[in-house]
């Protein structure tokens, strides 16, 4: 059994909350400059060039890169091998969160739903944190990060399809969600998609699908191909950056499959706006 | 074809009636904040003839609710925040003489209409751009509604502060015409 010190999961959340505030990924950056090369429209190449130098302050002057700093996201997956020394890992994680969006200046945006009043005095500042928890074999703890802006959030959608509608039911609904959605969640985006499961394991995974780099290639080259379609897709709708027109409203297109019932075909498109920021660490 | 153009607020009837849809515009001076909250309650004062909190003719409004600032800077990061929720209340605030208003996304038909009516624009900022943004605001003073935290008004100075023309005063939108131009249809 190996024995991690509670602090030490603290730090290493705290750390990456801060450097993913103000460092925009390098996946994204050099997906952003490869599509403000190919944009047609001078408009949307102009935001793009925008975004960029906005990434480029940020990481210079240690600047929150957009004001919606989002909700903390954690993907985690926890060796059984490990334990963790002087307190519970879900705590730690929320208490590293606490900390790296208060020593960033990052925004506290966590809210009770009705009343809308701020947590951050009663729950904590930007808390909860939104975990996901698998356990897997060896010693260690792998934790994938992302801050999950509200704006993207808002025109993600997830639908049951009957097994009949296949990936061509697929396709069409992917491009009715981001062709309603047009400049709203700030193109270019990048859209996740779960595909399979049951309801909510669709939409878990269509989150995940964000946390994997723009750029890279799915291992099933059935579903590699799939991604490569709707990306041309959903770019021939015209949104273009910040819906102001052009050839470039998504820079990639993911998709995670499952197995699910035989009566059934879940689909959920969640979205992730142009500042995608998420990172991945092993401690 | 689109033009640049530097402006310097407040802004008149000649200043907007220039503007098409697509240009690009770098505005100077002063700016004032006001998200849903603060909207809600700057209509009101509108509608009931009471004392505004800054001169309204002219004025160029910013849909915003920025990070905290860092000891010393006197603002955080500051893009613009979704336009529709003020959707209800800009019209208002046409009609008694503001030009300009500053936000991401698409806007209502009543709003559009407004702008025709009253020579007013919609101008988009780059969201997500919070870091450059902020940077073009030299000072920030919270000038009506401190207990609304982030969604007080404030009362900004800008200089070349980076904007598109989203609705112009001729109903024009940037938004709908950019996308007819490059959508690929089967």
Redo the contacts between chains.
């Keep these: 059994m190996r024995e991690i010190a509670y602090e030490d999961v603290v730090k290493a959340v705290r750390d990456i909350i801060l450097h993913c505030g103000?460092d925009l990924p390098q996946d994204t950056y050099d997906a952003l400059k490869e599509a403000m090369e190919k944009e047609?429209?001078?408009?949307?190449k102009?935001?793009i060039r925008?975004?960029l130098?906005?990434a480029d302050?940020?990481k210079d002057?240690k600047?929150?890169?957009?004001?919606?700093?989002g909700l903390a996201v954690f993907f985690v997956k926890v060796g059984d091998e490990v334990k963790i020394k002087g307190g519970l890992l879900k705590d730690a994680i929320n208490e590293g969160t606490e900390q790296g969006y208060k020593d960033g200046?990052?925004?506290a945006s966590t809210c009770e739903p009705f009343t809308r009043a701020?947590l951050k005095d009663t729950v904590g500042y930007n808390l909860p944190a939104i975990i996901h928890f698998d356990l897997v074999a060896g010693d260690k703890i792998d934790i994938e990060y992302a801050a999950k802006?509200g704006?993207s959030e808002?025109v993600s959608r997830a639908r049951v399809f009957p097994p009949a509608a296949g990936k061509e039911g697929i396709i069409e609904y992917v491009k009715e969600v981001i062709s309603d959605a047009?400049?709203?969640p700030?193109p270019p985006i990048t859209v996740g998609i779960g595909i399979g499961g049951t309801f909510e394991k669709a939409a878990i995974s269509s989150k995940h699908a964000l946390f994997r780099d723009i750029g890279s290639v799915n291992e099933d080259p059935e579903m590699a191909e799939m991604e490569q379609t709707i990306l041309d897709e959903v770019n021939?709708?015209?949104?273009?950056a910040?819906?102001?027109?052009?050839?470039k409203t998504a820079l990639a297109v993911h998709i995670e499959s499952n197995p699910c019932h035989i009566a059934s075909l879940p689909v959920s498109v969640n979205v992730q706006?142009?500042?995608s920021r998420h990172t991945h660490i092993t401690i | 074809m689109?033009k640049e153009y530097y402006l310097t607020t407040p802004l008149t009837s000649e200043d907007t009636r220039q503007l098409k849809s697509?240009d690009?515009v770098y505005i100077s001076g002063i700016i004032y904040t006001a998200r849903d909250a603060a909207h809600k309650r700057l209509v009101e004062l509108l509608e009931k003839g009471e004392e505004f909190p800054f001169d309204i003719e002219g004025s160029v409004i910013y849909f915003?609710?920025?990070?905290?600032?860092?000891p010393g800077d006197p603002i955080?990061?500051?893009?613009p925040?979704?336009s529709y929720r003020m959707d209800s209340y800009s019209p208002t605030m046409l009609e008694y003489g503001s030009k300009g208003m500053i936000g991401?996304?698409?806007r209502s038909q009543e709003v559009k209409d407004a702008c025709k009516i009253y020579d007013g624009i919609y101008f988009?900022a780059?969201?997500?751009?919070?870091?450059?943004?902020?940077?073009k605001i030299k000072s920030a003073e919270v000038i009506a509604y401190p207990e609304l935290?982030?969604e007080a008004v404030r009362k900004l100075e800008v200089e070349n502060f980076?904007v598109?023309v989203?609705n112009d005063t001729y109903g024009n939108d940037?938004?709908q015409?950019?996308?007819?131009?490059?959508?690929?249809k089967e």
Excluded: F, W
């Excluded at chain 2, 015409?177 to 690929?184: D, F, I, L, P, Q």
């Design positions: 103000t047609k429209s001078p408009v949307s102009e935001v925008q975004i130098e906005n302050i940020a002057e600047r929150p890169l957009c004001q919606d700093t200046y990052l925004r701020n802006g704006g808002n047009g400049g709203n700030c021939k709708l015209g949104i273009g910040m819906g102001m027109g052009g050839t706006c142009h500042s | 689109a697509g690009i915003v609710g920025p990070t905290p600032p860092k955080g990061s500051a893009g925040t979704t991401k996304g698409r988009g780059t969201g997500g751009a919070g870091a450059l943004l902020g940077k935290g982030p980076p598109t989203i940037l938004y015409m950019g996308r007819e131009m490059y959508e690929v």
